[in-house]
């Protein structure tokens, strides 16, 4: 894996896994090298302090070296004080005389067919070097084995260079080998162990750290259109983070003002519209009641005029939802009510049309269910679904109102036998100044705010409106239906 690799990686995960991360690696490194330094220091001490007691002990065997009359030499294993102690057991010690040809003159121990190298320490005596070590790893042909590793010792015992006799002596490293194998075994334990403790910590301290963070984060979620006023909480800490929040503070009270000022715009244009509409729409009317002009011309003017003055209101309607929760008066009431009231206006366009609207209510254990909200406002909702079925479904179709009551929530049903949404325009629709693409469509009444209003205004409710299909959308009146769902008081 490249380094470049391990970048991008750790860039996906959080700051807190990061620093934990780099935490363990940095504190890793440096204590898996301490730990190899002192390693090998504690163990070059231990080699040290064994081959000193190997020498004292074969000082002590040369002592016990013996020339009889004849001019044999006789090895007789020393008696030793017994307080010394030494770091191998002196019963399994291999001791031998060699001559600097290489033949062995006497030895003591169970050698069995092991050869004890000497070419080398011949040499290294020769040039002044005494005592003489070396480890010895190859142990074939020795009976019983006490350890691994063997270290041998090599020592002239007369005074002549190079010298003629030299004795060798072979000791088990068995408590150097257990020593070394326990330190080693308590490393591998302790460093991971240490690691895992290291980076626990590390990962709840850098949480601490973050957590600031963390609420700035979940704050900053909550606060919307809806809730601009609201601001994020200072952290006491004179720190980055507490700038980070002002900042973020002064950005929030930014956005609040420019919307203000928008909606504050929406309003007053929607305001000054009106009342000019409101007089030219008396006048045509009055121009009509007194046969002025054409009555053709004047009526297609009245439409317009019309068709401004619901602009406006839906303006003015839009800017009142936009302007938050805070300026509502919600209150309990019963949908079926609302929907009831909604039909009966409905009825007004549905009738010149033949169309029927049909109304069941679907409630299981038949107590009834109260909702909190504006009613004015649920009524526009209700009314602009109404008011679309009957526009798009063909004259003389029947539009199905279900109303759906469960104990926590309720669900509205309003489905026609129009044409559909296509697939691809379920979720536009709900965009301000979204109009279907169909050419039919651009030429029917409306300017695209009507469902807009009614999703913000079932967000104010805490509710969800959403448009599907019938079953098969491909069949000539399959119909669009559309579901508003909300939770019981
Ligand atoms: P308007 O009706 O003024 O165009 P709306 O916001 O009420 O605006 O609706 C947006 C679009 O959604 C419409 O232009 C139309 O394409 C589509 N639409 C809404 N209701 C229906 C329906 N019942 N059947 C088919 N299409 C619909």
Redesign the pocket.
């Known amino acids: 894996m490249s380094f470049k690799t391990i970048r991008d990686l750790t860039k996906r995960v959080s700051i807190r896994l990061r620093l934990t991360l780099l935490f363990v690696l940095i504190f890793g490194g440096s204590l898996i090298g301490f730990s190899i330094v002192t390693f090998e220091f504690f163990s070059h001490a231990l080699e040290q302090e064994f081959d000193d007691a190997l020498y004292n002990y074969a000082v002590d065997v040369t002592e016990s070296i013996t020339l009889d009359p004849s001019g044999d030499l006789a090895l007789v294993p020393p008696q030793l004080d017994r307080y010394k102690i030494y770091p191998f057991s002196l019963g399994t010690a291999l001791i031998l005389i060699r001559h600097r040809a290489g033949g062995i003159l006497e030895q003591v121990g169970e050698f069995g067919e092991l050869e004890i190298p000497y070419r080398r320490e011949i040499e290294r005596l020769a040039q002044g070097e005494d005592p003489v070590y070396r480890t010895l790893t190859r142990l074939d042909g020795l009976p019983l084995p006490e350890a691994d590793s063997y270290r041998v010792i090599t020592i002239s015992i007369d005074n002549a260079t190079p010298p003629i006799l030299m004795l060798q002596i072979a000791v088990p490293m068995t408590l150097l080998e257990n020593q070394l194998a326990n330190r080693k075994l308590a490393l591998e334990f302790g460093i991971p162990f240490t690691l895992l403790l290291a980076g626990l910590a590390a990962y709840f301290l850098s949480s601490r750290a973050l957590n600031p963070v963390s609420g700035l984060i979940r704050k900053s979620r909550e606060i919307g259109v809806s809730n601009l006023s609201e601001r994020l909480p200072l952290p006491q800490a004179r720190d980055e983070v507490r700038t980070l929040a002002e900042t973020l503070n002064q950005m929030i009270e930014r956005l609040e003002n420019a919307f203000l000022s928008q909606e504050r715009f929406i309003a007053d244009a929607s305001h000054q519209l009106l009342s000019p509409l409101t007089i030219l729409k008396g006048e045509i009317e009055q121009a009509i009641r007194q046969g002025h002009a054409k009555e053709i011309e004047l009526k297609s003017f009245l439409q317009e005029t019309d068709r401004l003055a619901k602009l406006v209101q839906d303006l003015l309607l839009l800017a009142r939802v936009d302007a938050g929760p805070e300026t509502l008066g919600m209150a309990p009431l019963e949908l079926e009510d609302v929907i009831l009231e909604a039909i009966a206006r409905a009825e007004k366009s549905a009738r010149p049309r033949g169309t029927r609207i049909s109304f069941n209510i679907l409630n299981e254990s038949g107590e009834s269910r109260q909702v909190r909200g504006e009613e004015d406002l649920l009524m526009h909702l209700v009314l ?1 679904l109404l008011e ?2 009957i ?3 063909p004259d003389g179709s029947t539009i199905q109102v279900i109303l759906n009551q469960w104990p926590e929530r309720q669900e509205l049903t309003v489905a ?1 036998e ?4 296509p697939p691809e ?1 379920l979720d536009k ?2 965009a301000r100044f ?3 693409r169909s050419k039919k ?1 651009q030429t ?9 209003i009614a999703r913000q205004i079932a967000k104010l409710h805490d509710a969800r409106i959403w ?1 599907e299909n019938l079953a098969n959308p491909a069949d000539q009146g399959a ?2 239906r ?1 579901h508003f769902e909300i939770k019981n008081l």
Do not use: H, M
């Open positions: 602009n679309n079925a526009k798009y479904s026609d129009g044409p559909g949404i325009e629709i709900f979204y109009r279907g469509e029917r009444p409306g300017y695209g705010l009507g469902l807009a448009a119909g669009a559309f």
